[in-house]
């Protein structure tokens, strides 16, 4: 049969692995030298794990082996060769534990197994065979399930710890899940064994880092809550039945006082309690298992035998369904534990709650509720100790004597031991209890009840004044108070990573949290809980005293407790009575520190049976052992209990001697990486040092521990004291108590991370599966230590350097003068008390572990081939903290010299230089650096700190105060070398902000060194390298810092933020003026220039002016937006500061003059040129020209009541000839005077013709004076030639708004119009476009997108054909869609231009015909621009020749193309549809306003002849019958019209006829018609032969009966519309025809008799 692999070896052939070495002695100490025995595995041993005559172990690979007496199997095996379990062959197991007499392991998916004994249910096994035979002897799955998420999910298990009865494991999302048997489970039951994992509730929602478990009670290390979690907790409130509650009297222990600390009440309180039915537990007795090398075994002891019932018991129900302790309550000193014991529920359990809380029950309910619970139940404890030395304490009616199924038998036992009411029955086989009932008398028990009332508040086993202060101090959390995380909550479960063991609890950073707690529960009759009382307790609580000690371990043995902290201190309490705890008192029922040796570090610790070992740091090189507790050699025979005659009650050094054949010398080099004990047996993992990793690692870990301990002593004896004395601001000062300050904080936060990073290591080297290099921690982790270690040398420094380390060792003096021993130690000195203790080398100690980081991974890496990824990780941190050591050391030196140098110049004109972070670098005391053309006698004096330059004159250096200094910030200085002119002097010049000087140096040597460390400062403070800069080589002379103009005649006391280049402002920047003025934007050579955002305060108005826009050399230049204090908007063009060009000025409510709006032409800063006024006060609008501000040149102007004037101003007012129309078309043409005053000729025409041709003087309003002739019109044959016409005073369309194309035209960078380079134009567009794309964040995505196309710069010089023609539009259209383009810019402005002029009061229909003739310019002006950008394009009306063959659609749709092939472009037909859909409102409800009463004509027809049905409104038309359709189509069904049909002929053509009332361009006009055109003939077609061609006397009937069927509202404006905007080279094809016969179609249905 072959043997499988990692089974045990055969002696001669085995060979010891490198690692995970394992070996296993019994329980002994003392001077003895132990021979361990040596497990033999040909591989690695990860994980062993020790139960009461039993072990369990993990090799690599996943294999598990055991050993020793194997009671569910009836076999014995050796240590040296332990049997595989085959059946977890293939499950890759990760973790194991051992109880006292079962075994569980993990799968690497977070599985458990469990077999052994399964009596108290320990093995969560629920099949009656498990059940019946009490044993498990293979491994079974056991599936721990959240039933409280949905849906349910299975629990990953990272962490198992087996106590005697019960099992507890840790799940990847830190919950703690528990079953078994007895109140070591953390429960609210008392139905047991409980057989399924369930959720221990009292700790839900926090995070458990590990577990441990003794004979009968639990330990779990809990990270604290932050403080601000558990202040604004409430008061618990009683929950619903059968639920924990969440804060039960723990949360009143904050309110004891510190003499009553020592007691603390119990976790959990029960007013109800729900009867359930426990299935009887029977105990098969164990075999006595004697094999060579093992000592006998025995039973559990007393306390376990008692778990299980006799077989009689079963027939009593009320012997075997206990009630749970009901509630302890601390009032005073006052501590009451009352029974329920009937075990019925309550009918209102929180109003029994509220009345009793806060009264003491009365003797009379006392005595009642013990004689209850007495008559109910009574229970016999059986005192069989064989095997357990600790079974002493039984005797005395301790809790382990109580039946684990019934938690409140242990408080009653516990409570009323002293009488020993319950007689204890031992039997020898071990196996059951017998319940009987004793008689009680009344005054027995009232006894019993003032006893229990005098011994509770100093129930502790240890003296009074161990009550302690650390139990004074209030822990940092409420236990059980569940978090946002809480899985109470129905949640989705999400499985987190699987790791094996309780490894390292990241806390955010990737280290172990020190912030932790430690909670207890289960039986505490030996004080084993740690809660100052030998009470039990049912649910998790924790431990006061040792909140805040930063533990990282525990550990359970069977009667007592283990607390390992990051100081390498070891707390213990519990059963004493072989010493275990490390002390010579007797049992401690709170934490108190084992008696270690000094220079001993602890960082390993495990508990046995009643012994403990410990793993330290000593003196040597390896690590040592240290043991506590019972000998092996002095126990008393067998079958008797043990008394531990001889013990070790000190932690003492335990000699090893390890022999293997052949192997001696190698395993001399080994060290011991984790120590495991358990019943009566010790075990260790050792690691050979190959190739020197291992005790690299080790001694990496020990300085680490070493250095931990050191600072956490400073922090006791230095820092704490000094910190809370109030004459520390006196002593030191403001400045240097808060650097004192800053200085504590840092270090605390240093030894923190030392802290946790010695537990890393600890962790690192214990947990032998997860050894990767490349995750070590201060690899993976090393930018957090190098940060910490920065900051904590600036901190030293900065209190070095003002010269705190003097006033501190004074007052250290003053208040620690009689530690000065602690002090001297401290400081590493051995010299005598009386010298002085140098705090300045203390405090700089802990930065030398960085260089001992950089020699252990130096070393490390050594040990792999260099080209491993683990060789270049440790080499890169090897650099990385050598690099910083070095730094940092300068740094050093820095402080020093800068603090000898402040105490060399002390005085008070160099305290205002003297700043913590301030350091000297070099100086020129010895005259080796002057000013150029400096006096013979003056003296200079050049101080280069790291952030300044400063320059003294009129003083000796040998002084030590300055007369006069200047401050040159490093910030803004640029440094310059100087070629050789031939002079001979080494000169190097300096660039400030506001001044330039040139230094002379006394000698090359001299040039050069104050060129480098100028050089090198500059690039420190602007965070640059310091590493690498040589002579001659300036610092970045583009640059950003901040400066603060002194002397600058433009910047003076302006504090500018932003970028720099050679001494200028130049970039984006903010600059701020005292007065208030404040700039945002960009500069250049120290001026503004681009863009920018401007406040200038307004000594007027309250408000300051704003200006967003375009700068130029320090001048508001371009296109921008102000926003003037009084209200006033401008937005358009400026030219040195002034309004100049195209703009448009809005006044608000708060303008003094009136409120309008101008748009149009500005001239240094005055309106000029051609402009648009509305007066909103008045209700006028002004369209002219302008003068000087004033209104002067050919003008119309518009009332609110429809008056229309035309005419000439001067001066502002109307004077000459004019024409004026008011809205009921009466007209008046004459001379005009002194504002709208008619005086002189003129003809009056009435609107009914009638003319009035004379002498006219008044005004129009008042009315006037007439000395003329009255003409009829029907007597007027010069009617036509006298009658004025609209717009011969007006501006001519062509002259408007040539200051929005001149502002175009300079965006393309031309002088005048078409006056420029083609290539500079499209230059200016591509940087326009990326600038506006890159300064502009918020743009959406189309948009950017679309500026990005316009980024590309077609080709524009090439001949336009008709494949490139579609190119040109497309890109027309992009650059209109966006008004950062200079085109997209015209078509906007134009826009809001023709808005503003006709719309308001310019919604005049007088106004159509110049409307109409200012769009015909735009396109003139515009198709000029076009031109200038792609000159291939024809004149307007040219043509493109060589036009290819085009689809017929296409030839429909491009209407401008002529037959021949050549495509005809004109300016409407490119660019009237980039326009005119923009335009399109103001400009046709003018139309609508003309054409208003030909429309209401044509409607009221529309309505008449709607009325009639189709036929007969066929017939009317005069259409022939043959065209008259008989069927039509409804949703593919044929239905016959008849003559009572209506609407149901021509359906497709009046449909799309009515689709010319969403179409904007007279071109889509043009294509609706002719698409109704082609939808008739369609209709038509069906009668007719092929053949057939239309007449217009066949062809106007039926379209016009279309029309009238469409009934198009303002079909009269669509006409003219079309007419008076469509392209001329259609008017004459067969679209003008069809636009022609619409027109007559109207026209008709105008003049159709109303008849």
Known sequence: MEKPEGSPADERGFRPPDRGLLHVWPLGGGTQQLCPETVLLSRPVMHVSLGENHGILLAQGGLVFSFGELSWRGVSVPVSAPVLEASLLGRTVVHVAAGGFHCGAISEQGGVYMWGENTAGQCGQTDRASVINTTVPEPCPVTVVDSEVVPPVVVRVVSLACGREHSLALSAQNELWAWGSGCQLGLVTNTFPVWKPQKVEHLAGRHVIQVASGAYHSLALVRSLPAQDFSAHSAPKIRERGRSPQCPLADREELVTADEAVYCPLGVELSEVTRSETSSRRRVPRPRLHQAGMSSGSSRGSSASLSSFSDDSRSNPKQRNFPACSRVEAEGNRTECVLQTDGSPKANPASDWAANKDSAFSDDLELQSLLDKLSVQSESQNATATGDTDSVSSQTGSEDSCISSTPSSDLLTSSYKDDSIFKMQTNNGGSSASLSSSPVCLEEVRLCVERERQALPSCSLTNAHQKRNVAASGRRSLPGTPTHGSPRRRHQCASGSLCAGAGPDDSGDGLPSLETEVWSWGRGSEGQLGHGDQLARLQPLCIKSLTGQEVIKVAAGSHHSLALTAQCQVYSWGSNLCGQLGRVDGPVTVPQLAKLSDGLRVWDLSAGQSHSLLLADGDCVQPVLLYCGQQSEKLQSQGSPLKAKSCTARPTLLPFCIEVRGFDAQLQMSYISSVSGGGRLCAALMD??????????????????????????????IIAPLRIKELVCQTLGDPCTHLFFALCDRFIQLSKLIGRHATALSYFLQNAQSRDVTSFPMLKHSEHFLETYKKYCSAVGDFQVMGGFQSLHKLSLEFLCGQQAVLSQLCGSDQSVSKEIDLVSMFYQPLQQLHHYSRVLLKMATCYDVLTEEYQSLHQGCSHYEALSSSLLRKKKEAETTQLFWKTH?????????????????????????????GRFSNHWFILFNDILVHTQGSLPTQSFFSSFRIY??????????????????????????????????????????????????????????????????????????YKFVSDERFRDAQYTGGWMAGRVHGRGTMKWPDGRLYKGNFKGGLEDGYGECVMPNKVQDKPDMYQGQWKEGKIHGFGKYKYGSGEVYDGCFCDGRRHGYGMLSSGKLASTSSGLFIGQWVQDKKTGYGVHDDIMRGEKFMGFWLDDQRHGSAVVLTQYGVYFEGSFKENKMSGFGLLLSDDDTAFHGEFSDDWTINGKGVLTLANGDRLDGLFSGEWSSGLKVVGTYVKSAMDDNKEKDEPLLGQYAVPAAQRWICVFDECWSRLGCDATGRGELTTAWENIAVTITTARRQSPDLSKSHTKVLESLEFIPQYGEAVTTANYDNIRRYLTKACETPHHPLGWLVETLVTAYRMTYVGVGSNRR??????????????????????????LPDDGGVIPDAPDISPCKTRRNSNKMDQGLLVVSCSSLLLPLLLPRLYPPLFTLYCLQQEQEEAQYWERILRLNKQPDQALLGFLGVQEKFWPHWMSILGEKKQIVSSSKDACFISAVETLQQISTTFTPSDKLLVIQKTFEELTLEVKPFLAGDFLWCMDDLFPLFLYVVLRARVRNLGAEVSLIEDLMDPNLEHGE?????????????????ESTA
Not at 906 to 923: A, D, F, N
Not at 1419 to 1426: C, E, G, K, M
Not at 1631 to 1644: D, E, R, V, Y
Request: glycine fraction near 6%; aromatic fraction near 8%; include cysteine.
């Open 1631 to 1647: 679209m003008g025809l069809m636009f022609t016969t619409l027109k007559a179609c109207f026209i008709q249905i105008q003049q």
């Open 906 to 934: 002390s005085g008070k004109t160099t305290e205002s230089l003297r700043l913590p972070q301030r350091r000297v670098i070099c100086e020129s005391s010895n005259r080796s650096l002057t000013p150029q053309y400096a």
């Open 688 to 717: 050979q040092n190959v190739m020197g990793f291992i005790a690299a690692v080790h001694d990496l870990a020990s300085r680490e521990r070493r250095s931990s301990c050191w600072m956490n002593d400073v922090r006791r004896v």
């Open 969 to 1042: 910030p490093l910030t803004c200085l640029w440094v310059k070398t100087i070629t050789e002119d031939g002079s001979g002097l080494c000169t190097i010049k300096i660039i400030c902000p506001e001044e330039s000087f040139i230094l002379v140096a006394s000698t090359p040597q001299e040039k050069n060194k104050w060129l480098r460390s100028l050089n090198q400062a500059v690039d420190l403070v602007l965070g640059g390298a310091a590493q690498g800069s040589s002579p001659g080589v300036t610092a970045a002379v583009c640059r950003t810092a901040s």
């Open 1407 to 1432: 106004l159509l015909r110049q409307a109409v003739l200012e769009l015909q310019a735009y396109l003139t002006h515009f198709y000029s621009i076009v031109r200038f950008l792609f000159p291939g």
